[in-house]
Each structure stands twice: as structure tokens, then as C-alpha cells.
């Protein structure tokens, strides 16, 4: 397929009605988020969904969250809870979905066969145009080929797709970086089912109660069955094999150094993933810093593009610093532990 790639802003009109077109006629249009870029068809037809799972490798049985540009979602679900009601007032258009039961126009396909639907209003306006302008919801996973560390950048994504969809648009980097927050809405709870820049206490401080699916919190091993069956998938993950080491940030660095060396004698290349406060003191290997641990968001928004950067460079074994995993560093180590396979050594 010959995919047309666009690097566009919020101002193209033309080109994101071109897209828009695409989307009509059941095409498949690469977008940007706020979050990562974004795989979109059209929501509400079937076939066009199906191309989706198709050009990702996606599995059948991970549902797809529908993107929406008005606030009325009344028409894709059964009913509206107030929780929900308060979360788009708070945080809408933003990172976080909601997963609300589903009304009958939405396809099967879209949600795998769940009786629930993930909806969610991104901020990006690029995003915003192209809905407006398709004039239906659009449904979309992150643009790229399943496995890999979701695209921030759209050369990410011409790396996973180029030559698999209609259309490529954009250009920015994605703001934040990482997958929106998923939570489950019910009358009397939110439940977080996948970790995200929305965080539970930004989710306590509107007056909601907040729970964490328990799955989420450690290693899959079948006996919770997490209730976002796409976080039971290897993710994110790089080629090298991944390990994360914990606890006191001096200890870490001599433990990595010592790694590094100890490899290096056995002709393998190691990547670190470090911090601006750590990476002068590594001696060898491929250091790259995510960014300063003083702000987590930009390591959150760093954190893919350098996953990416350590396959391109075709290191053997990645060590990374760990994170606390306090506010938005439980979604920035969800997506670390999953790159990793929940190799993680705490010292
Ligand atoms: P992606 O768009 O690639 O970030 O993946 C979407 C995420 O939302 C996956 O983890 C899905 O499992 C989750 N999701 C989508 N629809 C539902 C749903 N109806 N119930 C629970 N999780 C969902
Ligand atoms: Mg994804």
C-alpha cells in the first residue's frame, strides 16, 4: 500500500479534511495524541476495524478505545454514571479513558466481544479536527506494530507503518508520552485499570473513590485476570533484554557499572537508561538519560522514543534506573516493568 505522510499542524485544515476522507471511505489514517499517535478507522464500521488488528498485529481479543470530539457520548453507551459525568467535566478533552457499558451501534470487534466500551476525548486538536471533520468516532490503538514501545514521534510510526495504512499526519511530539489512564466508571467507584498521566489522587481530589485493579500492580501470573485484557500482553518491549534495578540510586549506579564491564569482557554491548543526575557517572556503555528525575513528566514523555533508541543502536542488554512509583511514576514504571518483562532487581 502507498501511504501518503503528511507533516502537518493544527492549521492544515485542508490536509486533515484529506484525512478525514480517508476515514470515511474506511481508510486508515495514522494521527497525533497528546498521548502517543493514534491508529484510527472509523468506529462505527466494522471492516474498518478490522484493517486495524490487521496492520498492527494487534490480537483479536484487545479492544480499541473510540475517540470522540463532543461531549455528548450518549449514543455509544447505556448509561452515563455521574462518576463519569465528573470526570469529563475535570479532565476532558485529556489522557484519561473511560470504560462505560456499550450501546448497541458499537461493533463487537471494537471492544472484543466485551459488553463495555473505552471512550475518550483527546486534547491534541490535530486529533479534534479529524474526528469533527470525519464526523464519526474513531477507533484507535496506539500506531504501532504490536509489542513495540507505542509511537511518540511520527517517524515512529513510519518506522511501524509505513507502507500498512492510507495516511500518516502530524509532525509534534506527543505531550505526554505515555497511553492515556484507563478506568472502569461505575456508580460508586472508578477503578483504574491501566495507569496513566490521570492519576488516583488527581481522581480522589474531584470527590471520586478510586480503586487499582490489583492486577496492575504485579507480575501476570494467571492468577488475576486484569479487567484491561490488553495489559496482559508483553508491551513496550525493546529487543534487548531489559532489566530494572531498584532502590538506592548509588547502589544502582555501581551495580550497573559493574554489569557494564562484566559484559563488556564477554563482547556484549550494554544501553543504561539513566537520569541527568546519574549519567556523567557510568564508565562505558550506551548511556542514554531520560530526562531529570526533578520532573517525571518529561521522562514520561522521553521514555519510548528511548526504548526505540536503544534498538536502533542494537545494544544486547538495556539496565534502567527505577522510579518511584508514586504519582504519575506508577504509570511510568508499569510501561518500565512491561518493557522488561518484570526483570527487576531491588537493592
Ligand atoms: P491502546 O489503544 O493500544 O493503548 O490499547 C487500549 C487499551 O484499552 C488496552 O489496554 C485495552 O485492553 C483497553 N480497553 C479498551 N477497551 C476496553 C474495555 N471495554 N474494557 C477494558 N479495557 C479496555
Ligand atoms: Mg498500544
Given at each position: 500500500m502507498d501511504t501518503k505522510v503528511y507533516y502537518i499542524d493544527e492549521h492544515d485544515d485542508e490536509i486533515i479534511k484529506k484525512a478525514a476522507e480517508v476515514i470515511k471511505n474506511g481508510g486508515l489514517v495514522v494521527f497525533p495524541t497528546e498521548t502517543v499517535y493514534g491508529l484510527g478507522a472509523n468506529a462505527l464500521d466494522e471492516n474498518a476495524c478490522k484493517k486495524i488488528f490487521e496492520a498492527k498485529g494487534r490480537p483479536q481479543d484487545n479492544p480499541l478505545i473510540v475517540h470522540v470530539a463532543d461531549f455528548d457520548i450518549s449514543k455509544y453507551v447505556d448509561y452515563i454514571p455521574d462518576n463519569a459525568k465528573k470526570i469529563m467535566e475535570n479532565f476532558w478533552p485529556g489522557p484519561i479513558t473511560m470504560v462505560l457499558k456499550k450501546s448497541q451501534i458499537v461493533p463487537m470487534l471494537v471492544t472484543a466481544n466485551l459488553d463495555s466500551v473505552a471512550i475518550r476525548m483527546p486534547s491534541n486538536k490535530v486529533a479534534r479536527k479529524l474526528i469533527e471533520y470525519s464526523n464519526v468516532p474513531i477507533a484507535a490503538p496506539?500506531?504501532?506494530?504490536?509489542?513495540?514501545?507505542?509511537?511518540?514521534?511520527?517517524?515512529?510510526?513510519?518506522?511501524?507503518?509505513?507502507?500498512?495504512?492510507?495516511?500518516?499526519?502530524?509532525?509534534?511530539?506527543?505531550?505526554?508520552?505515555?497511553?492515556?489512564?484507563?478506568?472502569?466508571?461505575?456508580?460508586?467507584?472508578?477503578?483504574?485499570?491501566?495507569?496513566?498521566?490521570?492519576?488516583?489522587?488527581?481522581?480522589?481530589?474531584?470527590?471520586?473513590?478510586?480503586?487499582?485493579?490489583?492486577?496492575?500492580?504485579?507480575?501476570?501470573?494467571?492468577?488475576?485476570?486484569?479487567?484491561?485484557?490488553?495489559?496482559?500482553?508483553?508491551?513496550?518491549?525493546?529487543?534487548?533484554?531489559?532489566?530494572?534495578?531498584?532502590?538506592?540510586?548509588?547502589?544502582?549506579?555501581?551495580?550497573?557499572?559493574?554489569?557494564?564491564?562484566?559484559?563488556?569482557?564477554?563482547?556484549?554491548?550494554?544501553?543504561?537508561?539513566?537520569?541527568?543526575?546519574?549519567?556523567?557517572?557510568?564508565?562505558?556503555?550506551?548511556?542514554?538519560?531520560?530526562?531529570?528525575?526533578?520532573?517525571?513528566?518529561?521522562?514520561?514523555?522521553?521514555?519510548?522514543?528511548?526504548?526505540?533508541?536503544?534498538?536502533?543502536?542494537?545494544?544486547?542488554?538495556?539496565?534502567?534506573?527505577?522510579?518511584?512509583?508514586?504519582?504519575?511514576?506508577?504509570?511510568?514504571?508499569?510501561?518500565?516493568?512491561?518493557?522488561?518483562?518484570?526483570?527487576?532487581?531491588?537493592?
Amino acid at each position: 500500500m502507498d501511504t501518503k505522510v503528511y507533516y502537518i499542524d493544527e492549521h492544515d485544515d485542508e490536509i486533515i479534511k484529506k484525512a478525514a476522507e480517508v476515514i470515511k471511505n474506511g481508510g486508515l489514517v495514522v494521527f497525533p495524541t497528546e498521548t502517543v499517535y493514534g491508529l484510527g478507522a472509523n468506529a462505527l464500521d466494522e471492516n474498518a476495524c478490522k484493517k486495524i488488528f490487521e496492520a498492527k498485529g494487534r490480537p483479536q481479543d484487545n479492544p480499541l478505545i473510540v475517540h470522540v470530539a463532543d461531549f455528548d457520548i450518549s449514543k455509544y453507551v447505556d448509561y452515563i454514571p455521574d462518576n463519569a459525568k465528573k470526570i469529563m467535566e475535570n479532565f476532558w478533552p485529556g489522557p484519561i479513558t473511560m470504560v462505560l457499558k456499550k450501546s448497541q451501534i458499537v461493533p463487537m470487534l471494537v471492544t472484543a466481544n466485551l459488553d463495555s466500551v473505552a471512550i475518550r476525548m483527546p486534547s491534541n486538536k490535530v486529533a479534534r479536527k479529524l474526528i469533527e471533520y470525519s464526523n464519526v468516532p474513531i477507533a484507535a490503538p496506539s500506531a504501532n506494530i504490536s509489542g513495540r514501545p507505542s509511537p511518540t514521534t511520527i517517524e515512529h510510526t513510519i518506522e511501524d507503518l509505513n507502507g500498512k495504512v492510507d495516511m500518516i499526519i502530524g509532525g509534534d511530539k506527543c505531550e505526554f508520552g505515555l497511553e492515556s489512564t484507563v478506568v472502569e466508571v461505575l456508580d460508586d467507584k472508578v477503578t483504574i485499570l491501566r495507569p496513566g498521566a490521570i492519576t488516583k489522587d488527581m481522581l480522589e481530589e474531584i470527590g471520586l473513590t478510586v480503586d487499582i485493579d490489583p492486577a496492575i500492580l504485579k507480575k501476570p501470573d494467571g492468577s488475576l485476570k486484569p479487567k484491561s485484557p490488553g495489559m496482559k500482553y508483553r508491551h513496550y518491549a525493546p529487543k534487548a533484554d531489559m532489566t530494572i534495578i531498584t532502590g538506592r540510586i548509588d547502589r544502582t549506579v555501581d551495580y550497573i557499572n559493574h554489569k557494564i564491564n562484566e559484559l563488556k569482557m564477554q563482547g556484549k554491548m550494554v544501553g543504561v537508561l539513566a537520569t541527568d543526575e546519574t549519567k556523567h557517572l557510568y564508565n562505558g556503555g550506551y548511556i542514554i538519560s531520560v530526562g531529570t528525575r526533578e520532573k517525571l513528566g518529561l521522562i514520561a514523555a522521553n521514555l519510548f522514543d528511548t526504548l526505540r533508541e536503544f534498538d536502533k543502536i542494537d545494544v544486547d542488554y538495556i539496565y534502567a534506573e527505577g522510579f518511584s512509583e508514586e504519582g504519575l511514576g506508577l504509570a511510568i514504571m508499569n510501561r518500565m516493568k512491561k518493557a522488561a518483562s518484570y526483570n527487576i532487581i531491588n537493592l
